[in-house]
């Protein structure tokens, strides 16, 4: 007798469920409801978790698309060539996830076109935004040979690809000066508030600075995701490539350090760093996780060739550049606003909702298209197995 | 620009009567309730700092950091002073209240399509040649309106007169001026008055923003010759490999 099979539910199905359905009841509250109900957000502190986690971290954590692109495609860095789909994966659904935390974000958001039409070249946010419109559509047509490939009309897939391998070079290079551009002005914008925000945190080298911060921690995200398709989706992605890659980060956060250094001490004064303040420490922890422990731990090559290791290096990373970032947009304004900001859970659940669903993109894309090498054993069908025929662009 | 208009307000004549609140709530249709703070239903309020009445509003910079900030131009500095706002603009990014350093501008968080209120110097009165509301209510006459080179003149001429003033007007060097002026008895930091860098804000994203060209020619202009070299590399191993298999064929 054949007993029905009921579905197996794992654990991690029922996480992504939670989240999203708490994420739902938050969309819920921020459309219906409004600002006041589904936020802490008030004129004291008018950009919170929203702006702090969900566009500058995500544009942030992004950034190792378009380094790791023309790194392949400019520099002729070939080793790194088996990493690249997955580096820009990552970016164009990081910077999915900021257009669509702008959904929210913004108090009116059917208007999200104006910019468009609407020019005001003097506003680092103008520019800012038609940046990220513009390598966001950079990293859509990077990415579309992943889905192309699989188009079962010979045709149509070999014109496409035929002509994608055309314009290849060109958007990279394009989506290349795009990224540093608004890599950098994503620090820019906070210039305008001098006066608001914290010695700690305001320079005129912002913009560098964010810049700089950037890379390196886009590279440590891409090694993340990568470590992890390699753990649990079967992929094969060489462990040597990963400690490669993580040999740049190293250098590019003793430049960080050092020009954030030179500028606190020369330009707002030493003292600021040891006087006895909530600004003075969470100061440091970000930079013992972005700078002095990852700088330590990378120059040690028993960390780097364990992959284990490795990805827990790289989560520093990360996560002290959430910090930093955190600190700049959230931290850094609480003195001058005299205003403690804790984000409402209904912040944290629609931002974890947004994250999540690009994990769970990743996830998929990961498994039934061909976006990082696969393990030999490992021959389980996918929807369709076409060879591109241009090769692995 | 031409000559723009201005108000200055005499901390020391200031009898917190209320009534500019009042008129500016009525031009505006607001609520007429009492407020203590700047809101989006009070544009303009009086607040109580000891013995003297301080009276808030949009300072209608001279180069407002707002203007520079907002990213569809819904802010405007205009001809005649005031800085207005196009909320039909507005996508409500608040990138505005961010930026201002007197932090005037207030958001309708409670409302599900909010947009930014501010005061904005009676701009529709001014233009039909009327003064500003609060400044025709004042009946103590601690605020007035006129052009801004001369009530920048009648307010050194009180300060320097009078010993009893500060010697100091706010606004002629805050964010690079002001067209509203205040002068006291009592020193500003008492009266809740913030310290704003004297230069126009928007100087500080004009550089970042000059950087584009050179980003994008020195940038761009660097990777491409960079690849030119990647490539020109590329052909030349490829063309010696196959010259090689040739003369090895041979």
Known sequence: ?????????????????????????????????????????????????????????????????????????????????????????????GYLSVITGMMYELGLPWRIWHPIFMWNRHSVLFEVSWCVMLYTTVLALEFSPSLVEKIPWDRARKLYLQWHHNILIGLVLVGAVLSSLHQSFLGGLYLLAK???????????????????????????????????????????????????SQIIAPLLYVYAILRGTDLVTHVGASYLWQWREETLLFWVEIAMFVLAPVVLLSRASVRQDPNK???????????????????????????????????????????????????????????????????????????????????? | MGRTKAILVDITKCIGCRSCENACKQVHGLPLNEEAKLSATALTVIEEHGDRYVRRMCMSCQDPACASACLVGALKKTELGPVTYDASKCIGCRYCIVACPFNVPRYEWAKLAPTVKKCDMCYARQVKGQDPACVEACPVQASIVGWRDEILEEAQKRILLDSKYVKRIYGSEEAGGTSVFFISDVPFEKLGFGTVPAQPMPV????????????????????????????????????EASSAELSEKR
């Not at chain 1, 936020?39 to 978790?49: F, K, R, V, Y």
Request: charged share 10%; net charge positive.
């Open chain 1, 1 to 93: 007798m054949a007993r029905m099979r009921l579905p197996k539910i794992t654990f991690w199905q029922t996480v992504v469920a939670i989240i999203f359905l708490a994420g739902a009841y938050a969309a819920y509250a921020r459309f219906a409801l409004g600002f006041e109900r589904s936020t802490h957000l008030n004129d004291a502190q008018p950009w919170g978790l929203w702006v702090g986690l969900g566009t500058l971290c995500g544009v942030g954590l992004s950034a190792g698309g378009f380094a790791i692109a023309a790194a392949v495609y400019l520099l002729g860095f070939e080793r790194y060539r088996q990493v690249v789909r997955a580096a820009v994966l990552l970016s164009f659904l």
């Open chain 1, 195 to 245: 006066g608001k925000v914290y010695p700690l945190w305001y320079s005129s080298y912002l913009p560098t600075l964010f810049y700089l911060s950037a890379v390196p921690a886009g590279l440590a995200a891409t090694i993340m995701a990568v470590y992890l398709c390699n753990r649990s989706l079967k992929t094969q992605v060489d462990p040597i490539v990963l400690a490669e890659m």
């Open chain 1, 310 to 393: 490795l990805y827990g290096t790289c989560s520093l990373v990360v996560m002290g550049f959430m910090a930093n970032r955190l600190n700049v947009s959230v931290t850094a304004f609480q003195t001058s606003s005299g205003f403690y900001y804790v984000p409402k859970w209904t912040e944290f659940a629609l931002t974890l909702a947004t994250v999540t669903a690009c994990v769970v993109a990743f996830h998929y894309a990961v498994r039934y298209l061909d976006i990082l090498p696969r393990r030999l054993e490992e021959n389980r069908p996918t929807w369709r197995r076409v060879v591109s025929p241009v090769g692995a662009a």
């Open chain 2, 204 to 239: 500080l994203t004009a550089n970042a923003l000059g950087d584009i060209p050179t980003v994008v020619l020195v940038g761009g202009g660097l990777l491409a010759g960079l690849y030119w070299i990647t490539n020109r590399r590329k052909q030349v191993a490829l063309a």
